[in-house]
């Protein structure tokens, strides 16, 4: 299983697989960070049809089409602000991962992109966010043989090193 997951650094929005997993916000609408990012290469497309879905609660996510984006779908994951720790944070964190990869199943996407949900604007701790991540796709995959590898894509040196550290730790257990 642990052959399934990857860790780089890189730009999600140049990932080719099958689906990336936006850092979006509840309106689904664009904003800062990934979350613009993915707007932007995708184009005025995905917008328009992320105004149709109305909207994501936080943990929970949605589907749209890539559009200009290499991969042929984008996950809208709404990760939680981080308010201290005490306001449900790690659980709606991992839900975030949880219902991203189950819509991967549902729309048949084999390979998954993820970037490091809730750790930019929405300042959720790098190492607690990147446990949460990865100890969920570890629980995920080990009841599921659809989905063939999880790309973890890393934007920053320091990202890649704390989810590297951190897969070994979770993934040798």
Known sequence: MKERVEIINGDITRQEVDAIVNA???SLLGGG???GA????AGPELLEETRKIGG?????????RGYRLPA????HAVGPVW???NYSEDRLLASCYAN????AVEIGAKTVAFPSISTGAYRFPLERAARIALEETK???EGDTFIRKVIFVCFSQKALEIYKRVFEEVFSS
């Open 24 to 26: 979006a916000n509840r």
């Open 33 to 35: 960070g990934v979350d």
């Open 38 to 41: 993915i707007h932007r290469v």
């Open 56 to 64: 994501c609660p936080t943990g929970e996510a949605r589907v749209s």
């Open 72 to 75: 042929r779908w984008v996950i």
């Open 83 to 85: 308010k201290g720790g």
């Open 100 to 103: 991203s990869l189950k819509a």
């Open 139 to 141: 629980r995920f995959l």
